[in-house]
């Protein structure tokens, strides 16, 4: 079964920091490049990270230098490590393959207050 799962979104004032989880069943993980995919309110989803399987990684202008994508390919696991919050970083997000398949998870909220 193909599966997403997202944890760790909340809420957290400017300045502040949340690490979010993304559990992936083997079939969609396995030996691909993982993102982590934002959309905020009235906007495109858009690519924040991604890492490929060897681990390297790309980041959006945005958000470089704040946050850290990692992934554990024995945990079919990847995570987003978010420091220093904006409030423009407020959004559901989302983890899938890069390019992303048509199968997405529920998301989770991440509200950053000023």
């Known amino acids: 079964q193909v599966q997403l799962v997202e944890s760790g979104g909340g809420l957290v004032q400017s300045g502040g920091s949340l690490r979010l989880s993304c559990a992936a069943s083997r079939s969609i993980f396995t030996g691909y490049t993982m993102g982590w995919y934002r959309q905020a309110p009235g906007k495109q989803r858009e690519l924040v990270a991604f890492?490929?399987?060897?681990?390297?990684?790309n980041y959006a202008d945005s958000v470089k230098g704040r946050f850290t994508i990692s992934r554990d390919n024995a945990k079919n696991t990847v995570s987003l490590q978010m420091n220093s919050l904006r409030p423009e970083d407020t959004a559901v997000y989302y983890c899938n393959r890069r390019p992303a398949s048509t199968c997405w998870g529920q998301g989770t909220q991440v509200t950053v207050s000023a």
């Open positions: 890492i490929t399987p060897s681990g390297y990684t």
